[in-house]
């Protein structure tokens, strides 16, 4: 649901559609952090956790 936090990730290549409830501030999303659990490939992606 993205309310958490918990499974945050840092998206180092490719693109996400991510939905999330505030689960990340937008400092974060703006840093390249996605929540992994609301977040759908456009394609491939590199994450680091």
């Known amino acids: 649901m993205g309310i958490c936090g ?4 840092t998206l180092l290549e490719g693109e996400v ?3 999330h409830n505030g689960g990340i ?4 999303e ?3 952090e996605i929540l992994s659990c ?3 490939p456009r394609g491939n992606v590199v994450i680091e956790f």
């Not at 918990?6 to 990730?9: A, E, M, S």
């Not at 501030?25 to 974060?28: A, F, L, V």
């Open 6 to 9: 918990t499974c945050k990730v």
């Open 17 to 19: 559609d991510m939905e």
């Open 25 to 28: 501030t937008e400092e974060d």
């Open 30 to 32: 703006a840093a390249g």
């Open 38 to 40: 609301c977040s759908k």
